[in-house]
């Protein structure tokens, strides 16, 4: 009976290997490779009756499967990114606390985009990148447009830059006031997001 299985699980094995490099040559042919964030930064921007502010977090984590064709990139199949809310930070500790409070962070701790079509094309040295999602904030999501700068480095890390501006409003967050509303945020808002992606 022993003698019997050995063919048999052999020939599995052989198999499984088989479909295995299958899957990682069509990958290569395609040209799809998977990139991580190795550095993140993201940067609030915003205004208020006193004076401008801005919020900075340098955490949070992004994916991404990148079509390349002689090392230059022809596409992005998928995109996710997500960062805690509370990662945010002001050089005011109250101002925190009233964002948190604004964005209800303890119902809704994560801020998350996810897209779901994008274009590339060729500007210089790098590329212009214009990707759909879905841009998730305060437990409110929305269709949005992200445009972002790419450059692929020596090292084939791609550095990624670009900006989005909204309005808190449209997410059904009520901008934060402070001081018994003595400073009033104003709702357009700006993100910068700067990202290093690498492979794994």
């Not at 104003?186 to 700067?194: G, R, S, T």
């Amino acid at each position: 009976m022993k003698q019997f299985l050995k063919p048999r699980i052999l020939k599995a094995a052989l198999s499984l290997g088989i479909c295995l490099g299958s899957l990682i040559i069509v990958s290569t042919a395609n040209g799809q490779t998977n990139y991580k964030g190795s550095a993140i930064k993201t940067v609030l921007l915003g205004g208020s009756n006193i004076h401008d502010w801005e919020m900075v977090s340098q955490k949070g984590t992004c994916n991404a499967v990148v079509v390349l064709q002689n090392d230059a990139i022809t596409n992005i199949s998928s995109l996710q990114f997500s960062m805690p809310a509370e990662s945010l930070k002001s050089e005011h500790t109250q101002m925190d606390k009233n964002t948190y409070k604004a964005l209800n962070t303890s119902k809704n701790p994560t801020i998350s985009f996810t897209a779901t079509s994008s274009s590339v094309k060729p500007n210089g040295k790098g590329y212009i990148i214009n990707t759909k999602g879905k841009l998730t904030i305060s437990g409110v999501t929305k269709d949005v447009d992200l445009v972002a700068n790419g450059v692929v480095n020596a090292d084939k890390s791609i550095h990624f830059t670009g900006s989005y501006k909204f309005k808190m409003t449209e997410f059904k967050v009520t901008p934060p006031s402070i001081m018994l509303g003595t400073i009033k945020v104003y709702d357009p808002l700006e993100v910068k997001y700067d990202f290093v992606m690498k492979t794994p």
